[in-house]
């Protein structure tokens, strides 16, 4: 007998989700990058480039992967795109930091002021300590969160999502290799990141850390516009 089944109503809710996973499956929209292209300087398809530094950090295509990477001057490098959030369902990036040890890096929705400040995010990275944490603010850069138990890696590629489970309550749920380990509950998370946000997977590195971090592939899961309207 599992735990679920010793929970009053648990196995009813696991199946209710199970099922509305599976029937959702059969009508999301799907738009995938693979990164399965030439190498090139430039990531192209849709996505622009920030921090960059001539001889320092740089982002490119390299084996057919998204490569982070810097020789060791530090700061924030951040690959992005823009997502709208009407009928956003899921976001979902696949890493390898088998060669960026000591460093964060992960995948947020983020929106900036013009000065390039983020304003309000939510996200999910494997941290410098190689754990993988997650947190979410609507004030600033700063996390809202207390620090929660991090979830620790069975090895260094990993599969980080953020998921809007539920709209109109604004619940929000972290995967990790596809497994949920934590519920963010805000409903006023989504307005603040506004109707069009940054899809980013970024690197924050201490000056004088080398690292190559891979982007293997990134998934976004969407429900399609009804008729006559979002």
């Known amino acids: 007998m599992c735990i679920r089944d010793r929970i009053p109503g648990a ?20 738009w995938r990058d693979g990164f399965d292209r030439a190498d090139s300087l430039e990531v192209k398809n849709g996505w622009e480039e920030e921090g960059e530094i001539q001889g320092g950090a740089e982002a490119q295509i390299k084996q057919r992967s998204l490569l982070l990477e810097d ?15 009407a009928g956003l369902v899921r976001v979902e990036a696949a890493l390898d930091v088998a060669s960026a040890p000591g460093v964060d890096c992960g995948l947020m929705l983020a929106r900036r002021d013009d000065r390039g400040t983020l304003r309000a995010w939510i996200g999910v ?12 603010s609507e004030k600033g850069p700063s996390g809202e969160l207390p620090l929660a138990p991090p ?45 069009e946000c940054a899809l980013t997977l970024y690197v924050k590195a201490d000056s004088g850390k080398t690292y190559k971090a891979f982007v293997k592939w990134v998934r976004v899961f969407r429900r399609p516009k009804k008729e006559g309207g979002r």
């Open 11 to 30: 196995a009813d809710a696991f199946l209710r989700r199970a099922a509305k996973v599976i029937d959702e499956a059969k009508t999301l929209l799907l």
């Open 71 to 85: 020789p060791g001057k530090g700061g924030e490098l951040e690959v992005f795109r823009s997502e709208k959030t």
């Open 125 to 136: 990275w494997v941290g410098a300590d190689g754990s993988v944490w997650y947190n979410y």
């Open 151 to 195: 979830v620790k890696m069975s090895g260094t590629e990993v599969v980080l999502a953020l998921e809007l489970t539920d709209e109109k309550e604004g619940l929000w749920t972290v995967l990790v290799d596809h497994k949920e380990v934590a519920q963010i509950k805000k409903k006023t998370l989504l307005r603040a990141l506004s109707a």
